[in-house]
Every structure is written in structure tokens, then in C-alpha cells.
């Protein structure tokens, strides 16, 4: 059985990083990417993170396609309740102009950030109630089929650049469905509801323009080492670093022992966040295959997006390395 597999890439900047260095650490993950078969690398919009810089998530994605030859590139995803959908359709028409062919465009529904940070985008709370109509707006632009008369996204490819509907919710997969447009969940983070998402989406299906037939692209978390042991070993680090950071909220200067994390994440209170990582890849190469293929067929997925997570640019590069090899291996 074969898979599509792709990367989502967070740019994390990790302890005594540079934003800078972190994009060159994304260029070089895609090129490892395009290297052994994957179809696809995706950025996600995060605002006021510290450790994050994908925040002009349409820059990133064509800084890292000016360094890459044929993998496609896009974001996975683009809030739109924090933008005009005119203005993405200008930006994500100037990728798709310069990398024809190469562009992909998903989009979610979350703010992806706390309230003074959507105050700060100039959004307010009823901007997500206008998501539907936001997407069919945004895609009139790309499509050429304005519904805005006499305003048209400029440039604009001659190819559109295709939409997806990212998800955590049976929201996302219901309106993905109902304009006949790929479904994307965010299962590497938010797993609860992804078999019912998916099943949601797949019954209530409608063709369309872009996609005739429904696909699913699931999330999972991969850390595939030369052993079982090394790779159990960068997951333990990875998964306590991020634990930390969700506690300080991105201070670096708080401090927690490893035991203090391991006890926080075995309470009551820590069971959610333990639990938001529940789909994780963990060991060899075969394990991995092994693992991913499974998850697919059990989500009910046509592609796998793999989040390597592991501390090292070095590891975290070999995961993506012998995770591609393995899983387009003829």
C-alpha cells in the first residue's frame, strides 16, 4: 500500500536561534523533503510566539520556493478571519505567478492567537462567523469568477492556486464537503474528533470545479531515528520542550525540571496535553512505514502530514530523510 506523505513545518526557533537561522532551517528541511518524495511542505500562520516564525507565513513559502526546484509549497494554514480575502488572493496569486504550479493554499477558521493579538490584527470575535463566505470570496479571486464587481485579485495565475479547508471540528470538514474542496485535520495536535470529521466529510461530499472525488489529509507527529531507542529518546526531550513551553507560554527564562515536567504531564491536568500528541510516529524506519500506513487506513486518509518535531536540526532532518526514503521506496 502506497501513501502521499507531506511536511508540515512550524519554523520553530529553537534555544539560541535566530528567526534567520530558523528560515534556513526550513529551506533545508524542504530540500530534504523534495530529495526522498514528498509531495508537499505547509507553514502555518501563529502570531506572538516566541518560538515560531512562520507568522508572514505567504513570505516564508516564497523564500523557501526561490531555494527549492519542484516540491509544492503552501500553507497549512492561512487564518482568514485575520485578513481581507482579497489580499491573500494578491499575495498567494504572486506565489502561484512566480512558482506556477507549486502553490498550495489552506486555510482555517482559528485566529491563531490569544484576544489582544486579534485586537492587534485589527479583527474582532465575529470575524471567524464569516469564514464561508470569506473562502467563496477568496476563491472567486483566484478562480477569476470575482464576486466583488469590479475588484479583481491581481495577479493572477493561469493556473489557480487550489484551496484547502483545514480543521479540528466537524465545521471544517462539513463546509469542506459542501464546496467540494480537500479537508485537512489538525490530528498531530487536536485528535478527538478526526474519525467523525472524516467520515462527516466523505458522506457529504459535493464535486466540484477543483476536486471531483473527496480527500482527506490527516496530521501525524514522526520521529524516525536509526533506532527505536534514539528515536523514544528525541520524543521524550521534544514532547517535555514543548510541554515547557506551553506552561511559560514561550518564556525561556522559566524553569522545570525533567522530573517536574514527566509529573505534570501524568496528572489530571496535564492528560489533555499529553493527549494532543496522541498520533506520534515513534522509531525506526520500518516502524514508521509501519505506523503511518495504519493511521491512514484507520483515519481513512489519502495523505499523511508529518510534524518532526525532534530538538536537533541534524535529527530532525534525518527524520524527515528516513521517513521519505522509507515510504516511497519501490
Do not use: C
Not at 530540500?31 to 509531495?39: I, K, L, N, P
Not at 483566484?142 to 484551496?163: D, M, Q, Y
Request: hydrophobic content about 40%.
Amino acid at each position: 500500500m502506497a501513501i502521499a506523505i507531506s511536511i508540515l513545518d512550524l519554523a520553530p526557533i529553537g534555544g539560541g536561534q535566530t528567526a534567520r537561522e530558523s528560515f534556513e532551517v526550513s529551506v533545508e528541511l524542504a530540500r530534504a523533503a523534495e530529495r526522498t518524495g514528498y509531495v508537499r511542505v505547509w507553514y502555518a500562520e501563529h502570531h506572538n510566539m516566541p518560538v515560531i516564525a512562520s507568522s508572514a507565513t505567504s513570505v516564508v513559502i516564497g523564500y523557501v520556493a526561490a531555494h527549492t526546484e519542484r516540491i509544492r509549497l503552501g500553507a497549512g494554514g492561512i487564518m482568514l478571519p485575520n485578513h481581507s480575502p482579497l489580499v491573500i488572493a494578491e499575495q498567494f496569486g504572486t506565489l502561484g505567478t512566480l512558482y506556477p504550479g507549486r502553490i498550495d493554499l489552506g486555510l482555517g477558521r482559528a485566529p491563531g492567537s490569544d484576544q489582544n493579538t486579534m485586537l492587534a490584527l485589527r479583527r474582532d470575535n465575529s470575524s471567524a462567523d464569516t469564514f464561508p463566505q470569506d473562502v467563496l470570496e477568496l476563491s472567486g479571486y483566484l478562480t477569476g469568477h470575482s464576486r466583488i464587481p469590479g475588484v479583481e485579485a491581481v495577479p493572477r495565475p493561469v493556473e489557480p492556486v487550489p484551496l484547502y479547508i483545514l480543521g479540528s471540528s466537524l465545521f471544517g470538514a462539513q463546509l469542506a464537503a459542501q464546496l467540494g474542496l480537500p479537508y485537512a485535520f489538525a490530528s498531530h495536535f487536536a485528535p478527538d474528533a478526526l474519525h467523525q470529521a472524516v467520515d462527516v466529510y466523505r458522506s457529504a461530499f459535493r464535486p466540484s470545479e477543483q476536486l471531483a472525488a473527496p480527500y482527506v489529509i490527516a496530521g501525524v507527529n514522526v520521529f524516525a531515528a536509526d533506532s527505536y531507542e534514539t528515536a523514544e529518546d528525541q520524543r521524550v526531550r521534544a514532547y517535555r520542550s514543548r510541554t515547557r513551553s506551553f506552561i511559560t507560554r514561550g518564556n525561556r527564562g522559566a524553569n522545570f525540571t525533567d522530573a517536574e515536567i514527566d509529573e505534570f504531564l501524568a496528572s489530571p491536568a496535564g492528560l489533555g496535553l499529553a493527549n494532543m500528541t496522541k498520533y506520534t510516529a515513534v522509531g525506526t524506519p520500518v516502524e514508521v512505514r509501519e505506523y503511518l500506513l495504519k493511521f491512514a487506513a484507520e483515519a481513512g486518509a489519502d495523505e499523511v502530514i508529518t510534524a518532526h518535531h525532534a530538538s536537533s536540526v541534524a535529527d530532525r532532518v534525518r527524520s524527515v530523510e528516513l521517513t521519505g526514503e522509507i515510504m516511497n521506496a519501490s
